[in-house]
């Protein structure tokens, strides 16, 4: 039995995918190899975008933290998942649960923002081109970056609360293979619904309107882009564009078919799908995204092998 009678009362079993072991050890696979290309890709965007002096624009300083978020983001439940796919215990203690809580609802949260201040970095580059520079200041970006990583993991804070306070009368047997608001709520030995209303209207301002700003801003630039009579000059103004509208599709497409609706009415094989998309899926392609359609960050990657970028930068 894979329950071990001496794991502490206060722990949280984490379900997983136990009710189809045939299924473990082909994840367990799939999931290290994401893990693996997640960490190779996320790092490899951060090390170019820091270190080649090609890539020192605004872009690539929120790109380099968007594959920040990405990377912690994957390393703070894959490494957990992996242990539970493979070990006899399916355990997790109360303050790793908590923790994980917190950290994946802060770097979801901020993320959230970052897309947002993203695509309006991208609307300055496109629609005000002159007075980009200005606009987008150095020490401008690290304080848009700053409060966006603040802001996240404030919101963090009083989602985490308002779902670790709800009374569980001792249940501990969570149906998913990390801890996440949904799942912990289906645990409650209370009425919810207050908490619920409240995680319902953080969750929606967070998400829809970053997103309503995103859409709106692409509205401007499409405006814009269609006002360029040259060709390739709309083409090459698309293509800046069209990673991040990618990035911003897969993120918020799974985040609020998860986040907006009631956990009430939340289910359980739906909702690992949709996690394993966001927590997994999304930060392993995002940078492959970036690298595949952007020609300057391939072109980064291609000098970084060579020896003579690393005596530069040494």
């Keep these: 039995m894979w329950i071990n009678n001496q794991s502490s009362r206060d722990d949280f079993i984490l379900l997983g995918f136990s009710d189809r072991p045939w299924l473990e050890t082909p994840l367990?696979?799939?999931?290290?190899?994401?893990?693996?290309?997640?960490?190779?890709?996320?790092?490899?965007?951060?090390l170019v975008s820091r270190l080649d002096p090609q890539l020192d624009s605004p872009m690539y300083f929120f790109v380099s933290n968007l594959s920040l978020l990405d990377l912690c983001y994957t390393t703070s439940t894959v490494p957990q998942?992996?242990?539970?796919?493979?070990?006899?215990?399916?355990t997790i203690s109360y303050g790793g649960c908590?923790?994980?809580?917190y950290i994946f609802l802060a770097l979801g949260s901020t993320e959230c923002i970052l897309?947002?201040?993203m695509a309006l970095d991208r609307y300055t580059a496109v629609c005000?081109?002159?007075h980009y520079p200005i606009i987008m200041s150095h020490r401008r970006c690290i304080h848009m970056a700053t409060g966006t990583w603040i802001s996240g993991f404030a919101n963090s804070l009083v989602?985490?609360?308002?779902?670790?306070?709800?009374?569980?009368?001792?249940?501990?047997?969570v149906d998913h293979f990390f801890c996440e608001v949904p799942a912990l709520l289906k645990l409650a030995c209370a009425d919810t619904h207050v908490n619920e209303a409240e995680l319902n209207v953080l969750g929606a301002l967070l998400l829809l309107v970053p997103l309503t700003l995103i859409l709106g801003t692409y509205v401007l630039i499409a405006r814009a882009v269609m006002r360029i009579r040259s060709a390739e000059s709309r083409w090459k103004a698309f293509n800046t564009c069209a990673s991040h509208l990618l990035v911003v599709s897969l993120f918020y497409f799974?985040?609020?078919?998860?986040?907006?609706?009631?956990?009430?009415?939340?289910?359980?094989?739906?909702?690992?799908i949709m996690a394993l998309f966001y927590g997994i899926v999304t930060p392993t392609l995002n940078p492959f995204i970036y690298t595949l359609r952007?020609?300057?960050?391939?072109?980064?990657?291609?000098?970084?092998?060579?020896?003579?970028?690393?005596?530069?930068t040494g």
């Design 98 to 101: 908590v923790a994980q809580l």
């Design 115 to 117: 897309l947002a201040i």
């Design 81 to 90: 998942m992996l242990v539970n796919l493979r070990g006899p215990e399916k």
């Design 159 to 173: 989602q985490s609360t308002l779902t670790v306070v709800v009374p569980r009368c001792g249940h501990r047997v």
């Design 254 to 272: 799974t985040a609020i078919s998860m986040y907006v609706q009631p956990p009430s009415s939340y289910s359980h094989d739906r909702g690992k």
């Design 28 to 46: 367990f696979i799939i999931f290290l190899v994401a893990y693996i290309f997640a960490l190779f890709g996320n790092v490899s965007i951060i």
């Design 128 to 130: 005000k081109p002159l």
């Design 294 to 312: 952007n020609k300057d960050v391939k072109a980064a990657l291609g000098r970084a092998l060579t020896k003579e970028f690393w005596v530069k």
